[in-house]
């Protein structure tokens, strides 16, 4: 059983590009939830996509956005990106959207120049 | 503001001991609450969790205790070992029905345990 994984595990950027950032998710999983972490803190909730559609967004801007394909893997899309995007991006995968348990990916370090 | 917070960035123990981990929360309408170990360069792993309808959940050396009209919640490692040596986070949840029919997590920002032997 293959574990949730998530590319690239580095990217540097500059304030206003765009960037792309993919996970697979863990075997058997339909529901797959993004977080960013910035440093010093606690993981904080982005969105969830349970079977290609947008199940629930957290407090950040259109700016973020992501998509879920047939095969349940994800990407996370951030435009304009700003200095304060510098984080660690967590992608989370569970069997149903329902489940409280979610299987963590190692995440995407994220800095932004 | 803090929906969950987790008021000791660190904690040292020593091998063998018990390792308690404290998580306190504002929200009345939290419903689930989990544990999760980060190791570094590692995601979060879960490690255990707890209904509102319980005050206690136990899982080999891992014990979670739930005072919800405290709105504190607490792990509890007995005995500790080095390898326990990670960031712990607490986190909580609505239930499902409250939330367009998924479970969204609110995290708090971590305890780094440090486990000597």
């Known amino acids: 059983e293959t574990g949730v994984t998530q590319s690239p595990t580095h990217l540097i950027k500059t304030r206003g590009q765009q960037v792309t950032l993919r996970c697979s998710s863990q075997?058997?999983?339909?529901?797959v939830s993004w977080y960013q972490q910035a440093l010093g803190q606690g993981p904080q909730f982005i969105f969830q996509?349970?079977?290609?559609?947008?199940?629930g967004r957290g407090n950040f801007p259109p700016r973020f956005s992501g998509l879920q394909f047939p095969n349940y893997s994800s990407e996370l899309n951030v435009n304009a990106l700003e200095l304060d995007d510098s984080a660690l991006y967590l992608c989370a995968s569970s069997f149903k959207r329902t489940a409280y348990e979610q299987f963590f990916g190692p995440g995407t370090r994220l800095t932004v120049l | 503001d803090q929906q969950v917070k987790q008021n000791s960035p660190s904690l040292s123990v020593q091998e063998g001991r018990i390792s308690i981990l404290n998580c306190d929360y504002t929200?009345?309408?939290?419903?689930?609450f989990l544990w999760y170990k980060k190791y570094p360069a590692e995601g979060p792993t879960f490690l255990i969790s707890?209904?509102?309808?319980?005050d206690k959940n136990e899982d080999g050396r891992f014990t979670v205790f739930l005072n919800k009209s405290a709105k504190h919640l607490s792990l509890h490692i007995v005995p500790s070992q080095p390898g326990d040596s990670a960031v712990y986070f607490c986190?909580?949840?609505?239930?499902?029905?409250?939330?367009?029919?998924?479970?969204?997590?609110?995290f708090g920002r971590g305890t780094s345990l440090i486990v000597h032997p």
């Open positions: 996509y349970y079977r290609e559609e947008e199940n």
């Open positions: 075997s058997g999983h339909n529901t």
């Open positions: 929200n009345s309408m939290f419903d689930y």
């Open positions: 986190a909580a949840s609505g239930a499902p029905h409250a939330s367009g029919g998924s479970y969204i997590p609110t």
């Open positions: 707890i209904s509102s309808i319980k």
